[in-house]
């Protein structure tokens, strides 16, 4: 009985016009955002790794120069493009994705202001991720807005349930199906775009990308069945088909426009931070009361006593407790900028569709999962860098093993080969990493179906049916 | 007056809907058209309100030909669709305002529209009731006022008793013979046989876009119409 | 008669649930949108008065070659209405001799937290054309289709009334029912304007607000005679209001994501990390060819106390012996004519990016403009002064304020002045010998002792012989400059006909498409199966 009705529904939609035109769209935005991606990511990659050359060479140069010199320079690191921005790009290209950093110190991230032209209004990228979440999403509600009420209106419900079925088994039938013919819809686009892809030879696929195609096949049904699951409701709900209709758009657009475009407002009220200009106060006079103390010290000591020897632990001293003072100021601020990120995050999770993109930026390890363990693994490499300069530095007898973070005069000079620096790799974050990620996510798409299935289901047990 | 001479409609797929028509409606008389479904008479009325274009003949209506000048011709003519939906959400007081007006009766008031509505037996109850809380029975009523509010010398009426009770189909059938007796030419398409051989003045049976059969009064008050209708029908069936 | 159809459709209309609903949401929506734009505009207004401040510290100078006035660009306000490109790009520039004015500095984005730049937020102007394009679809998409279906099509055309008359009554039915929402959305909107403190509008804004209501009402015309259209196309109106709705979904959403993808894809722009190096390059190696053109260091010149050089490369002295101070004092001129020549080859270099990254944009617009809803955004944006445009005649008018400064040093002869790099007078600095002898406490006197006893005493340090610090002037001290003679900035110029000028094309994109579409419908209803 079950498959019987999902079979006719199935067979109902796919002879649709909706299911026609849709189908085109999507085929359509698949190919050009395929096209358009191989594009952009090759340029990408390519000005990537030029900027990478350019880095590694002057990261050579200081080191075979002068490895004190290498340790205080302050030098900027980008995160390369991800192979696999085809599922979602994350909006990397507007987080943070450049970290500064010296042997003793990292400072902080931004976005690189020439990342993108400024001219331009900034754009999404045509990601799976958007298409599905747009697009899909649209057409999910426009295929089963009607599924009650449309029945109803023409008469087929009364004649359907005049049958002994069951209610619960008709309506479960008709969800599945939507669900089944929503997947149909997307499937040819993404083997369309996996086509121009692997054709294009853009993109490296390995046992990593493909698992994770997988997951995010599994995520977009679960997105599908949530979106599926409100417009059933409010296809119950209102007993017009106009009605419901309107409420599935208005859904919509509240997922899609209302939530995301309140949410810098919203998380600004309930998750307020410092302002960079108070913190940069803040660093400026706790360095400048160091500062003041450095030099009444210096100036204590009579101007013969002025030597090298006697100078430079002090100001070695005084630069460690600066240091020290501005990296407890930024390292707090730095943790308040992801925990408002978080917060906002957590706002926005009233909306399906930001849900499915924060599951879907999980599941490549893209975005705030990739900031987050790149900051982490950042910090890890500086601190295991420092400790193998300092054993280099030990070895040198004409080193006076005084580490000032900013002068390299008290360190050692002498240059080393390249090849034994420790150097930055990024690792990918394990896919255990990635789950904890979106734990959040995966949790509430779940619910947010399960209440809304349960809620049509016991409603429809008492639909009027005529 | 309506004429029909010669009139056909062939589609693009080749269907040929309706083959030379001829048929004449005087003053004063009502000429039912029976046919199976199919048969073309939806398709006559449709040429009569130049819903579509003939592909042969002329329809006219009070000698004006409908195709070359369908706004004059249309001046003579009220219609009754099976189904009068009219609009829901507007009073059927309303409905008749807005239709009154289209007609370019302009100056009529409320009390001139309940006694119309009188006139064909609509209770009170319904007169500021909304459309889409309306019966089969008490819209069709509606379409046939709406008609004599325009007060056309021609009606056009398709099945309009589909689908009502004994009693509302003898109250409509009542109207429209007052409306004869007042010098109208209707024109009605119907399956109901027992309603047609009642008011009929003539009846015609079409069969596969043919008007094969065509009786006057006396004449079919002799014969067995039904008999006669059932036997064109076989034949359709068996053909 | 056309009348009794429009008023008997604006009846229908507004008794209707997709009338209740699109009023709720312009309700919601719109007093949601202005709350968060003022928020946003009233941090622009406290970046602006912070920036204000110090543009008015940097007008502290002692010295000519310090001058680097800031210029800062007053926030708009109508960019409650649309944000345009205002909050992506700066809002002040510092001039200096050595470079044109490039990019405006400032911060970009509403939040000191660079994670939050992955919201986008939405202005007043974006969700009017999301909601009112909605609306107009909603009520047109089945102006025929579902007449015909209900069979009151039949009815009307039963009557001695023409096609075209029944269509113009829709038309005008559909008018009569969205046009009140449209004056409610700039009610609220100039509700909001006119309760907030925070900002004020003059008779220029209003008049342009006026203008974009004019747009508003192109634009929603535009979307119901879409739906006219598609509706006179089917026979069902399940069908129409799909394509209307999959139409929607693809002017408003899909289209400016996409023709922005595909210009930045199709378009390369170069990298401006690779143009900073190139540029900072390019400059210091002017710098050095400069410098060059000083000429040897003379014997007797000497200089003790300078600060760091400015972004500008300017160092003020202020202490330094007459010897060096005339030396220096000569070679100013030639050096900053030389760099005032090398900034017109940077910029050659930095224009060329920026026509490139303009054209990936003009790419974009170009794209974009496919949809209608686009086409009303860059109008209303080119109103408001939040247009790329707005901000190029900034940028324009910052670069010629430079020229005029130029001038007018050049004029007062300050290039080659002493007050160009040094506040203190030459004539009462201390020679060489003065110096030496200072430094030592006398017991050197003069430079040839000093190089003398450095001979005697290989490896021992300066500091060792040194029994007083450098003798240091006190700036703090020293007298501020006098700029009142000094050309003001007076503003970009612009007023309401040159955004016109900027948006004409727009315009009338909007004015055709719509007459077309209307025309379209025109002769697809003619032909509209009724039965």
């Known amino acids: 009985m079950l498959s019987n009705i999902i079979l006719r529904e199935i067979h109902k939609h796919i002879l649709s016009f909706r299911l026609h035109l849709t189908m085109i769209l999507v085929l359509f935005l698949f190919g050009l955002g395929s096209v358009a991606f191989i594009k952009g990511h090759t340029a990408d990659r390519e000005s990537y790794d030029q900027c990478y050359s350019t880095y590694l060479e002057e990261e050579r140069g200081l080191a075979e120069k002068n490895l004190g010199d290498y340790m205080t320079n302050v030098r900027s690191l980008m995160l390369a493009p991800r192979n696999d921005a085809f599922i979602t790009d994350a909006k990397e290209k507007m987080m943070p994705n450049q970290f500064w950093y010296s042997g003793f110190f990292v400072s902080g991230f931004d976005v690189p202001r020439w990342a993108s032209n400024d001219l331009m209004k900034s754009f999404a990228e045509l990601s799976w991720v958007y298409i599905v979440s747009i697009i899909v999403g649209f057409a999910v509600l426009l295929f089963n807005y009607d599924l009650v009420s449309g029945d109803k209106e023409n008469g087929t419900l009364a004649l359907t349930v005049s049958y002994s079925v069951s209610r619960g088994v008709l309506l479960t039938g008709k969800y599945l199906s939507v669900i089944t013919v929503a997947m149909l819809v997307l499937l040819p686009g993404i083997v369309l775009s996996l086509i121009i892809l692997l054709v294009s030879g853009a993109v490296v696929f390995d046992w990593v990308l493909l698992a994770e195609i997988a997951i995010f096949l599994v995520g977009t049904a679960l997105f599908v069945a949530c979106m599926a699951a409100l417009g059933l409701l409010s296809s119950i709900i209102t007993t017009r088909l106009n009605v419901s209709l309107l409420v599935c758009l208005c859904i919509w657009l509240g997922s899609v426009v209302v939530v995301p475009n309140s949410a810098v407002f919203f998380t600004d009220k309930l998750f307020p931070i410092e302002s960079s200009q108070s913190v940069n106060e803040r660093i400026s006079q706790a360095k400048q009361t160091v500062d003041d103390r450095e030099n009444a010290t210096l100036y204590a000591l009579k101007v013969s006593d002025r030597s090298w020897e006697k100078i430079f632990p002090l100001i070695a001293k005084y630069a460690m407790e600066g240091l020290q003072a501005e990296k407890t100021i930024k390292d707090a601020w730095n943790n308040s900028l992801f925990r408002q990120f978080s917060g906002s995050r957590r706002l926005v999770a009233i909306s399906p569709v930001s849900l499915f993109e924060q599951l879907s930026e999980a599941v490549v390890g893209g975005g705030l999962v990739r900031l987050r363990k790149s900051w982490n693994d950042m910090n890890l490499y500086q601190s295991q860098l420092l400790e193998w300069f300092k054993g280099v530095d030990a070895n040198d007898p004409e080193s006076m093993h005084i580490y000032i973070p900013s002068n390299a005069s008290s360190m050692t000079w002498k240059g080393v080969n390249f090849a034994t620096v420790p150097q930055f790799q990024e690792r990918r974050a394990s896919f255990a990493e990635r789950l904890e990620g979106a734990r959040l996510s995966l949790a509430l798409l779940i619910l947010y179906t399960t209440i809304a299935f349960a809620l049509s289901f016991v409603l429809f047990v008492r639909y009027d049916v005529r | 007056m309506l004429q029909a001479t010669d009139l056909t409609k062939r589609y693009e797929d080749g269907l040929l809907a309706l083959d030379h028509l001829n048929l004449q409606v005087k003053e004063g008389e009502i000429f039912c058209l029976l046919g199976a479904n199919g048969a073309g008479k939806t398709t006559t009325i449709n040429l009569f309100l130049n819903f579509i274009e003939p592909t042969g003949g002329q329809a006219l209506i009070n000698g004006i030909d409908v195709n070359k000048d369908p706004l004059e011709a249309k001046k003579y003519v009220s219609y009754v669709s099976e189904n009068v939906m009219l609009y829901g959400n507007f009073t059927a007081r309303q409905n008749l305002d807005f239709f009154a007006k289209l007609g370019g009766k302009k100056n009529l008031k409320k009390e001139d529209y309940h006694m119309y509505m009188r006139k064909v037996s609509l209770p009170e109850r319904a007169f500021e009731m909304r459309l889409k809380n309306f019966s089969k029975g008490m819209r069709q009523k509606l379409g046939i006022t709406i008609a004599i509010i325009k007060d056309a010398p021609n009606i056009l009426l398709d099945e309009p008793t589909a689908g009502l009770d004994p009693k509302a189909a003898a109250e409509f059938i009542k109207i429209l013979k007052a409306l004869r007796d007042q010098g109208k030419s209707i024109l009605m398409c119907t399956h109901d046989i027992f309603r047609a051989k009642e008011i009929a003045d003539h009846v015609g049976i079409m069969k596969e876009g043919r008007l094969v059969m065509v009786r006057t009064r006396e004449e079919f008050l002799e014969e067995d119409l039904e008999k006669i209708y059932l036997e064109y029908m076989q034949e359709a069936v068996v053909a | ?531």
């Open chain 3, 1 to 531: 008669m056309i009348l009794s159809i429009a008023l008997k459709e604006f009846y229908t209309n507004l008794v209707s649930a997709r009338f209740v609903i699109g009023f709720l949401l312009c309700l919601l929506l719109i007093p949601l949108t202005l709350v968060v734009n003022i928020n946003d505009y009233k941090s622009k207004v406290t970046a602006y008065e912070t920036q204000k401040k110090e543009a008015a510290e940097k007008l502290k100078i002692r010295v000519w070659s310090y001058l680097q006035p800031r210029i800062v660009r007053p926030p708009e306000s109508l960019s409650i209405l649309s944000r345009g490109v205002s909050y992506q790009l700066g809002n002040y520039v510092d001039l200096t001799f050595t470079a044109k004015p490039f990019k405006a500095s400032g911060q970009t984005g509403t939040s000191d937290n660079p994670m939050m730049g992955t919201y986008f937020s939405v202005d007043f102007c974006t969700i009017l054309a999301i909601v009112l394009s909605l609306l107009a679809l909603l009520f047109t998409y089945d102006a025929c289709s579902g007449e015909r279906e209900q069979g009151t099509l039949k009815m009307l055309l039963s009557n001695s009334i023409p096609r075209s008359v029944v269509l113009l009554g829709k038309v005008l039915g559909a008018c009569l029912t969205l046009l009140p929402i449209i004056l409610f959305c700039y009610l609220l909107c100039a509700l909001a304007i006119l309760i907030s403190p925070d900002v004020a509008f003059s008779a220029d804004e209003w008049l342009r607000i006026g203008l974009v209501l004019l747009a508003s009402i192109f634009f929603f015309a535009t979307f119901a005679f879409l739906g006219l259209f598609v509706s006179s196309m089917f026979r069902h109106s399940a069908a129409s209001i799909i394509v209307c709705l999959l139409a929607w979904v693809f002017f408003l959403f899909v289209t400016p994501n996409v023709s922005g993808y595909v210009a930045d894809s199709l378009l390369e722009t170069p990298s401006e990390q690779a143009l900073a190096v190139n540029t900072n390059k390019f400059t210091s190696e002017k710098w050095k060819e400069a410098e060059k053109f000083r000429g040897e260091q003379p014997r007797g010149a000497f200089d003790w106390q300078y600060s760091r050089p400015t972004a500008g490369g300017a160092v003020e002295t202020s202490g330094a012996t007459p010897v060096f101070l005339e030396w220096y004092r000569q070679g100013n001129k030639v050096v900053y004519t030389h760099m005032i020549e090398s900034a017109e080859g940077r910029w050659l270099l930095e224009k060329e990016f920026l026509d490139r990254q303009d054209r990936q944009r003009l790419l974009a617009e170009r794209l974009s403009m496919v949809s209608p809803a686009q086409v009303f955004q860059l109008l209303s944006s080119s109103l408001c002064r939040t247009d790329v445009e707005s901000y190029k005649r900034f940028m324009e008018s910052t670069r010629r304020y430079r020229e005029e400064l130029i001038q007018y040093l050049r004029n007062g002869n300050l290039f080659d002045s002493y007050k160009f790099f040094t506040a203190v007078d030459p004539n009462v600095m201390m020679t060489t010998d003065e110096y030496y002898n200072y430094r030592t406490g006398g017991r050197i006197k003069t430079e040839a002792e000093f190089e003398q006893w450095l001979k005697d005493n290989p490896g021992k340090s300066w500091n060792s012989i040194y029994t007083r610090d450098r003798p240091s002037v006190d700036r703090a001290s020293l007298s501020l400059l006098d700029l009142s003679d000094v050309p003001r900035y007076k503003g970009v110029p612009g007023g309401v006909a040159l955004s016109l000028q900027d948006s004409l094309v727009e315009l009338a994109i909007l004015v055709c498409v719509s007459v077309m579409l209307f025309y379209l419908s025109f002769i697809a209803f003619l032909r509209y199966d009724v039965r």
